[in-house]
Every structure is written in structure tokens, then in C-alpha cells.
């Protein structure tokens, strides 16, 4: 074979740039996985010549269309909407939802191209894809949600499919709002087939869909501390955010002996040195789910607790941290703080929410640190089971698929083992994730030809 002119990584972070100027979490998150990859095929010639990397950093599509709703004052609301479908090597395109008014197209590039090495790393056959709107459903009337979502779908519909693109949940879109979306899919195309997970038990949803992508960042934090000879029992844990993925991140530490210290809102957050027993997390499910309030509330409800506003709970000391907000929400100083105040594992179940900063100070304290795309692919993967179970009409219960998801946890935590392992025992998950999480990809690219 041929010899190929090889770029450097540095030419290559600076093509990527140049081609998606004022996308900077996009270009973050290739960044992040270019510095290992390029070493990883330093000596592997077939990724070059095929200009893998740079094929995976091109979305195979971006699709944006105009949202026109009407709220109930009858005024005339325009959003507009996305779907970027990043890479579907190994499968359909499959990624969450996500409406909330920071919603970019640079957003949601860095999560559908994210989202195809977590699917990867899952070992199930899905691509990888992301989509939203700038919609914001705090605040709004249930019957305004419901006709976002429908205008929403109306729209999205057309590029979707159960074997094309199957979008779930995220930041922004539970059941309620799935619930919607599915109910227009099926009304317009007159088709009841699994094209949207994430959906309730009543049509066609998993059992532990609600809980997989929490457990599941637990399941792999424990992992890490079980392979460093340590457990989670005994141990205290700050923990951001207060929606799906954190209230069932904090749900498990507590079932594991663990002590949940901090929730957080994008208003502040709420720091409760008692600890969080399993009455006080479902009252926050409630607070956030059917109550639609603030985290606020609970420095009322419950007396000992404080809340702290407009601040990150990074200041708190603990040994466990499970970042489950958002992305950026932990820089570089945050990160210093958390290793002086005695951290010893770090795993995130929100998507890309330490900076690059931020990863640099974990890996030089040497910190058991895994990134979202290998802790929280316990989401996507229950969502992966909801689609075999659509497909083949069955259901399978709770045991049967927390046992997958056990599973998968551990086989994730494996692969990262084999391809971040140094000599000194020392493992870099976020190396481990990246190459895992691209050979396969890669190696079906490689094998369709160019295209
Ligand atoms: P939810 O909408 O249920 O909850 C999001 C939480 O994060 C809320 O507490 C929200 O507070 C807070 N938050 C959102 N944006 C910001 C912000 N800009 N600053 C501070 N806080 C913020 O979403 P999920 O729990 O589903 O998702 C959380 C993270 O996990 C996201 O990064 C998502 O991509 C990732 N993820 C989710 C999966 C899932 O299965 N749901 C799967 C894999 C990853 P507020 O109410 O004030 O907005």
C-alpha cells in the first residue's frame, strides 16, 4: 500500500476549526479525541489513507428546519430545530432530544459525533446521532408542550425511522414529551414501530429506560473503584444537576452504601450534610417531575440542608463526584479544588461537562476519571434493548435487563482497561473510551470503501 501524506494533530484540530468556525464545543470534542486517536493509528496506515477521523468529524448529514407553534396567549412562537445525524457505520443513527434555549447547531455536532463512540462502546448496533430545538419547556402550559413537540415531529419526521434514525431523550424531553412526539409520528404516517425510545411501559417502553443512564454511571464508577481495590460503601459523592440522570445517579450511591451530599439546578445547588436516603431523592423525582419546581425548594424541606444560588456545588468536599448537569459545567479550577479536597474518582454522567481544562488536572493528579461517553452509554444502551424488544414484540423484565446493563457496564469498563492501560497499573478511561469506541466504527467504515 501506499504510503499517504499523514497530517499532524495539530494541522488537523485547525482544519476542523477553519471548517466550523463559532462551533467551539464541536471542535472541543474533537480535540479531546483526535490527541488520542492520532496516536493510536500513528503506525496503522489503513486509517489514514481512508481519512477515517476526519470522516467521522464531518456529520454524514445536518438537517435544520424552522419550529412555527402557537402558545396559549395565540401568539406566534418560531424556534428552530435540528437533527444532525453524525456517523451510522454500525447502525441506525440514534441519539437523544434535547430542548433547552442553549441549544446550538455547534452543541449538538459535539454530541451526535460523542454519541457514536458511546454507541460503539455499548457493543450494540447503533450509529451515532443528536438532535433539539431552542425550545424551552420550563414554564410553558402542558398543551404548549404538546404542540412543540407536535410541530416538532411534523418536521422530523421524515428523516427518522426505526431503521434509520431512532432519537430518545435528554436535557429537556422525558416521557411526557416522547409521549407527544411518538403519538404525532404515529399519526402521520399511520405506523406504530419503535422509532422513538425512551418511550412509557404502556407503548412500547423499557423497563429501567428511566434508570439506565444513572445506574449505569454508578454500575461504572464502580467498577473503576472495585478494579483500584476500593467501593463506593463509606464514601461521600457530589453530584450536579437534579434531573433524570442525577436523582437515579444519586438514587443507586445511596442503594450502595454511598452518602449523596449535593443536587443542583442551573439556579445553584443544595447541599445536604445528612446525606440523601431514598424518601428524600423521590421527593426531589417528584419536585422535578411532576411538580416542575426548583431545587431551591428543598433547603424548605428539608431542615440541616442549605442552598447555595447561583453556584456549582464543586467547592463541596467528597470523595465521589458524578457530574450530571450539563456540558462545560466543570473548568479547570473547579477541577484543582475537587483533587485538593481529597477526590478519588470522577465519573460523568452528563455529556462532555468537564472542560478541557478541566480533564488535563485529573489525568496529572492521576484521579480515576471516566468520561461521559464510556459512564453514561448506560442510557443508549437500555434504549438499544427497547429497540430489540419493539422489534421482536416482547418485553423483558426489570432482572433480565439490569443484568444487561450490569453487563454492559462491565464489558464497557474492559475495553477502556485494555486500550487505556499504561505500565503503572493506571488506567486513562478517557483513552480506553476513545479507541474502543473508534476501532469499530472505523474498521466498518474502512470496509464499505469510500463513501
Ligand atoms: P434533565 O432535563 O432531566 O435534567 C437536566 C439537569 O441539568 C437539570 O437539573 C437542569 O437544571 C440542569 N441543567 C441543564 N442545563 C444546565 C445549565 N446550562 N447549567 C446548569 N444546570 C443545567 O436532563 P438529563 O438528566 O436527561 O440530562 C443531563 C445530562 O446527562 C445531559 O448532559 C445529557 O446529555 C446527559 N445524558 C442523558 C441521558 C439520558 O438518558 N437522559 C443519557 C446520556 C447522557 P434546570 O432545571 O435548571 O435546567
Given at each position: 500500500m501506499a504510503v499517504h501524506d499523514h497530517v499532524d494533530l495539530a494541522s488537523f484540530i485547525e482544519g476542523v476549526k477553519k471548517r466550523n468556525p463559532g462551533q467551539p464545543e464541536f471542535v472541543q470534542a474533537v480535540t479531546e479525541v483526535a490527541q488520542d486517536i492520532f496516536e493510536f493509528i500513528e503506525d496503522k496506515e489503513k486509517y489514514h489513507a481512508a481519512q477515517i477521523l476526519r470522516r467521522i468529524a464531518e456529520p454524514d448529514r445536518v438537517v435544520s428546519f424552522r419550529v412555527c407553534w402557537e402558545d396559549d396567549a395565540h401568539n406566534i412562537r418560531v424556534q428552530r430545530g435540528w437533527r444532525v445525524q453524525n456517523n451510522n457505520a454500525i447502525g441506525p443513527y440514534k441519539g437523544g432530544i434535547r430542548f433547552h434555549p442553549t441549544v446550538t447547531e455547534s452543541v449538538l455536532k459535539f454530541l451526535a459525533f460523542e454519541q457514536t463512540f458511546k454507541n460503539s462502546l455499548t457493543g450494540l448496533p447503533m450509529g451515532g446521532g443528536k438532535g433539539g430545538a431552542t425550545f424551552n419547556p420550563k414554564g410553558k402550559s402542558d398543551a404548549e408542550v404538546m404542540r412543540f413537540c407536535q410541530a416538532y415531529m411534523t418536521e422530523l419526521y421524515r428523516h427518522i425511522g426505526p431503521d434509520t434514525d431512532v432519537p430518545a431523550g435528554d436535557?429537556?424531553?422525558?416521557?411526557?414529551?416522547?409521549?407527544?412526539?411518538?403519538?404525532?409520528y404515529k399519526r402521520i404516517t399511520n405506523r406504530w414501530e419503535g422509532v422513538l425510545t425512551g418511550k412509557a411501559l404502556e407503548y412500547g417502553g423499557s423497563l429501567m429506560r428511566p434508570e439506565a443512564t444513572g445506574y449505569g454511571a454508578v454500575y461504572f464508577l464502580g467498577n473503576m473503584l472495585s478494579h483500584a481495590g476500593m467501593e463506593i460503601d463509606g464514601r461521600s459523592c457530589v453530584i450536579s444537576g437534579s434531573g433524570n440522570v442525577a436523582t437515579h445517579a444519586a438514587e443507586m450511591i445511596a442503594r450502595r452504601g454511598g452518602k449523596v451530599l449535593t443536587l443542583s439546578d442551573s439556579d445553584g445547588f443544595i447541599h445536604d450534610?445528612?446525606?440523601?436516603?431514598?424518601?428524600?431523592?423521590?421527593?426531589?423525582?417528584?419536585?422535578?417531575?411532576?411538580?416542575?419546581?426548583?431545587?431551591?425548594?428543598?433547603?424548605?424541606?428539608?431542615?440541616?440542608?442549605?442552598?447555595?444560588a447561583d453556584k456549582t456545588p464543586w467547592g463541596v468536599p467528597a470523595e465521589l463526584f458524578l457530574p450530571c448537569a450539563t456540558q462545560n459545567e466543570l473548568n479547570g479550577e473547579a477541577a484543582k479544588t475537587i483533587v485538593k479536597n481529597g477526590c478519588v474518582a470522577?465519573?460523568?454522567?452528563?455529556?462532555?461537562?468537564?472542560?478541557l481544562e478541566g480533564v488535563e488536572v485529573f489525568h496529572d493528579a492521576k484521579i480515576l476519571y471516566a468520561p461521559?461517553?464510556?459512564?453514561?452509554?448506560?442510557?443508549?444502551?437500555?434504549?438499544?434493548?427497547?429497540?430489540?424488544?419493539?422489534?421482536?414484540?416482547?418485553?423483558?423484565?426489570?432482572?433480565?435487563?439490569?443484568?444487561?446493563?450490569?453487563?454492559?457496564?462491565?464489558?464497557?469498563?474492559?475495553?477502556?482497561?485494555?486500550?487505556?492501560?499504561?505500565?503503572?497499573?493506571?488506567?486513562?478511561?478517557?483513552?480506553?473510551?476513545?479507541?474502543?469506541?473508534?476501532?469499530?466504527?472505523a474498521d466498518a467504515m474502512l470496509a464499505y470503501g469510500v463513501m
Amino acid at each position: 500500500m501506499a504510503v499517504h501524506d499523514h497530517v499532524d494533530l495539530a494541522s488537523f484540530i485547525e482544519g476542523v476549526k477553519k471548517r466550523n468556525p463559532g462551533q467551539p464545543e464541536f471542535v472541543q470534542a474533537v480535540t479531546e479525541v483526535a490527541q488520542d486517536i492520532f496516536e493510536f493509528i500513528e503506525d496503522k496506515e489503513k486509517y489514514h489513507a481512508a481519512q477515517i477521523l476526519r470522516r467521522i468529524a464531518e456529520p454524514d448529514r445536518v438537517v435544520s428546519f424552522r419550529v412555527c407553534w402557537e402558545d396559549d396567549a395565540h401568539n406566534i412562537r418560531v424556534q428552530r430545530g435540528w437533527r444532525v445525524q453524525n456517523n451510522n457505520a454500525i447502525g441506525p443513527y440514534k441519539g437523544g432530544i434535547r430542548f433547552h434555549p442553549t441549544v446550538t447547531e455547534s452543541v449538538l455536532k459535539f454530541l451526535a459525533f460523542e454519541q457514536t463512540f458511546k454507541n460503539s462502546l455499548t457493543g450494540l448496533p447503533m450509529g451515532g446521532g443528536k438532535g433539539g430545538a431552542t425550545f424551552n419547556p420550563k414554564g410553558k402550559s402542558d398543551a404548549e408542550v404538546m404542540r412543540f413537540c407536535q410541530a416538532y415531529m411534523t418536521e422530523l419526521y421524515r428523516h427518522i425511522g426505526p431503521d434509520t434514525d431512532v432519537p430518545a431523550g435528554d436535557i429537556g424531553v422525558g416521557s411526557r414529551e416522547i409521549g407527544y412526539m411518538f403519538g404525532q409520528y404515529k399519526r402521520i404516517t399511520n405506523r406504530w414501530e419503535g422509532v422513538l425510545t425512551g418511550k412509557a411501559l404502556e407503548y412500547g417502553g423499557s423497563l429501567m429506560r428511566p434508570e439506565a443512564t444513572g445506574y449505569g454511571a454508578v454500575y461504572f464508577l464502580g467498577n473503576m473503584l472495585s478494579h483500584a481495590g476500593m467501593e463506593i460503601d463509606g464514601r461521600s459523592c457530589v453530584i450536579s444537576g437534579s434531573g433524570n440522570v442525577a436523582t437515579h445517579a444519586a438514587e443507586m450511591i445511596a442503594r450502595r452504601g454511598g452518602k449523596v451530599l449535593t443536587l443542583s439546578d442551573s439556579d445553584g445547588f443544595i447541599h445536604d450534610p445528612a446525606g440523601m436516603n431514598q424518601e428524600k431523592i423521590d421527593w426531589v423525582k417528584a419536585l422535578k417531575t411532576v411538580r416542575r419546581g426548583r431545587i431551591s425548594e428543598y433547603a424548605e424541606e428539608f431542615p440541616g440542608s442549605t442552598h447555595h444560588a447561583d453556584k456549582t456545588p464543586w467547592g463541596v468536599p467528597a470523595e465521589l463526584f458524578l457530574p450530571c448537569a450539563t456540558q462545560n459545567e466543570l473548568n479547570g479550577e473547579a477541577a484543582k479544588t475537587i483533587v485538593k479536597n481529597g477526590c478519588v474518582a470522577v465519573a460523568e454522567g452528563a455529556n462532555m461537562p468537564t472542560t478541557l481544562e478541566g480533564v488535563e488536572v485529573f489525568h496529572d493528579a492521576k484521579i480515576l476519571y471516566a468520561p461521559g461517553k464510556a459512564a453514561n452509554a448506560g442510557g443508549v444502551a437500555v434504549s438499544g434493548l427497547e429497540m430489540s424488544q419493539n422489534a421482536a414484540r416482547v418485553s423483558w423484565n426489570t432482572k433480565q435487563l439490569d443484568t444487561l446493563l450490569t453487563d454492559i457496564m462491565g464489558d464497557i469498563h474492559a475495553k477502556c482497561a485494555q486500550y487505556g492501560g499504561g505500565g503503572d497499573g493506571h488506567i486513562n478511561y478517557v483513552k480506553g473510551a476513545n479507541i474502543a469506541g473508534f476501532k469499530k466504527v472505523a474498521d466498518a467504515m474502512l470496509a464499505y470503501g469510500v463513501m
